[in-house]
């Protein structure tokens, strides 16, 4: 049973969530993965998962906003039920990388940081990724994609499409 | 997935379990896994960290500290528990050798971190890694969950009375600033990645106030190596004051771009020429960025020299993260200096109003320049608002910002000077002085 009563997570979330605040010497520890795997059980982090994780690391709603606001993966609106991530930094760039961006924008027919109407896909540009040898990349969700070509991705975006692609959590 | 290279020239010392399932755990330890660390409980934290220092391994983050002299400052006794803190944030543009070691040799890290724990006296380690790493992240965990139900993490560890180590693994959550060592103990510690200010130092007061130990993955992964060869052997492989090898990351327009373990001191331009196969398509080398985004370009006739700290510090750039960006005669050096600033203004935590207002500005004005509103005073404008981010915060992240952006324009101002001839004529953009004289 979790710690908090009339938890908004699932059994196992919450139940993960009683273990992190326990590995630490400091409760707070918990708070960054905490908000980034409540992110991805609820698709953003909505006002009650900020009220939820506050309870939990006896913190007030303002430092966990506080935190929240500082971490460019945590969103406070929801995404598409695929996030597809493009890197344009340097190495990419370098090799492509805003044509694949230019791609996904028309491919999906949306922009940075959009949805599309159906909530399926979104689309961002990001920066390095840490994928720079198999450059351009891009990340759908968390994963990887890489070596990519404007074939490759509409190969990759239909999978998605199709429910096909790997959904990770 | 990353695909592995090689090349003749390698020597494989932090590779050479890579491609061999070296992430299961029995696979590791058949490969000689955990032999260093029981060796480094036999010996000591004296012996472990003397083979540290004779093995001249520097810091593979980039600011290349040697590891052992910073172990030697953790104070022996202190109130407060010490800590070990693997910096696996890895965000430096251009970089991605610790996301091969996540991936092949994760028990390597978590040796090295025991390692370091034994040499400081902690017990307890945080692995560390950026949150778009969370396949990578997955791939520890279980080497962590694997190494504590074979009894080498936890209490009395290969069986040995009162030999206790604790790991914990941590996701970041999008932040380059966080790879800052101050600004990742505040991560860690739940809070804003913001820098602290130092001294004290993290080895007198770190995590959670305790003394305490911060090295990248790559450094940690290398310490279970040294021990096993000596830290003598080890430093015979690099050059001088630069021991062992180091994981570069080749990328942009070369024809086999890759991770490439090389000694250190290999020849910056065999590294591009041979090793990745040179100039992809034949073309001609414009610049190469030597060591991720932060460091100085060099121009094609400067990079004849060894990559070490010491002698890429005389050539004038950094061996920084060991990521070398490669930059054929087709790339616009104005459309790369903005996209390399564009990265540092979306970055800059904002805590120090240089690196805040600086790259903030640098991005404004260089947008303008590329999009053709731009005048010969930017040139040096650019240049003057650079030069005064230097050594004005907190974290080196306004340095990281302002060095490549001094390199561009110090070394490519004739094209920086051209580009204003073949842009729009049309004004489209306000200039600076039609901006000071609208508020007079």
């Known amino acids: 049973m979790s710690t908090v009563t009339d938890s908004i997570f699932t059994p196992a979330t919450a139940e993960r969530f009683d273990k992190l605040v326990t590995l630490y010497p400091v409760k707070r520890s918990a708070l960054v993965p905490m908000l980034l795997y409540a992110q991805d059980e609820v698709g953003y982090v909505s006002d009650a998962v900020v009220a939820e994780i506050a309870q939990r690391l006896d913190l007030l709603e303002l430092d966990v906003r506080g935190v929240l606001s500082y971490y460019s993966m945590l969103r406070t609106k929801p995404a598409g039920k695929y996030n597809v991530q493009v890197c344009t930094n340097i190495s990419c760039m370098l090799v492509g990388g805003y044509d694949i961006l230019d791609h996904c924008k028309a491919k999906l027919g949306i922009g940075h940081k959009e949805v599309t109407p159906d909530g399926q896909f979104s689309l961002e540009e990001v920066e390095c990724i840490g994928a720079c040898c198999w450059a351009p990349a891009m990340q759908v969700n968390y994963d990887f994609h890489d070596n990519l070509t404007t074939v490759k991705v509409d190969a990759i975006l239909a999978e998605y499409a199709a429910g096909r692609g790997k959904d990770v959590k | ?239 001088e004051r630069n021991g062992g090898t180091r994981l570069f990351g080749i990328s942009g327009h070369v024809e086999r771009p890759g991770v490439y373990e090389l000694p250190m001191g290999y020849n910056l331009k065999k590294a591009i020429y041979e090793v990745a196969g040179g100039v992809k398509g034949g073309r001609k080398l414009k610049a190469v960025v030597p060591g991720g985004s932060s460091c100085p370009v060099l121009l094609p006739d400067e990079i004849d020299v060894g990559l070490d700290f010491d002698q890429m510090g005389k050539a004038g750039t950094m061996l920084g993260s060991g990521g070398i960006v490669v930059l054929d005669e087709t790339v616009s050096i104005v459309e790369f200096a903005l996209r390399t600033i564009k990265f540092y203004q979306h970055e800059s935590c904002g805590w120090c109003i240089p690196c805040r207002e600086g790259t903030d500005w640098l991005k404004k004005t260089l947008t303008r320049f590329y999009n053709g509103g731009g005048n010969l005073k930017d040139i040096n404008n650019i240049q003057y608002l650079a030069e005064n981010m230097m050594g004005r915060t907190f974290c080196p992240l306004g340095d990281a910002a302002a060095m490549p952006t001094l390199g561009f324009i110090k070394k490519f101002r004739p094209e920086f000077e051209e580009y204003l001839k073949g842009a729009r004529t049309e004004k489209t953009f306000i200039t600076t002085e039609e901006l000071i004289g609208a508020s007079h």
């Open chain 2, 1 to 239: 997935m990353p695909t592995l290279v090689s090349h003749p020239d390698e020597v494989r010392v932090l590779s050479r379990r890579f491609g061999q399932g070296a992430a299961e755990i029995d696979k590791y330890v058949e490969l000689d896994g955990y032999k260093a660390v029981q060796k480094a409980i036999e010996q000591g934290p004296e012996w472990v960290i003397n083979e540290m220092k004779a093995s001249g391994l520097r810091g593979r983050g980039g600011a290349g500290f040697p590891t052992g002299l910073k172990w030697s400052f953790v104070p022996k006794t202190s109130e407060k528990p010490k800590y070990v803190l693997v910096n696996g944030d890895e965000s430096e543009p251009g970089t991605c050798k610790d996301h091969v070691i996540f991936l092949h040799d994760p028990h390597a890290v978590i040796e090295g971190t025991m390692i370091a724990g034994l040499a400081i006296g902690a017990k307890m380690g945080f692995i560390y890694l950026r949150g778009e790493y969370r396949y990578l992240l997955k791939i520890v965990e279980k080497a962590v969950a694997d190494a504590y139900a074979k009894g080498f993490l936890g209490k009395n560890i290969f069986g040995k009375e009162g030999v206790d180590f604790d790991i914990v693994t941590q996701t970041g959550a999008g932040a380059y600033e966080v790879g800052e060592e101050s600004a990742l103990m505040e991560s860690l510690e739940g809070k804003r990645g913001v820098p602290r200010i130092k001294p004290p130092f993290p080895a007198v007061v770190g995590l959670y106030g305790g003394p305490t130990v911060i090295n990248n993955a790559e450094t940690i992964a290398s310490a279970p190596h040294i021990l096993l060869m000596g830290g003598a052997d080890y430093a015979k492989i690099g050059s």
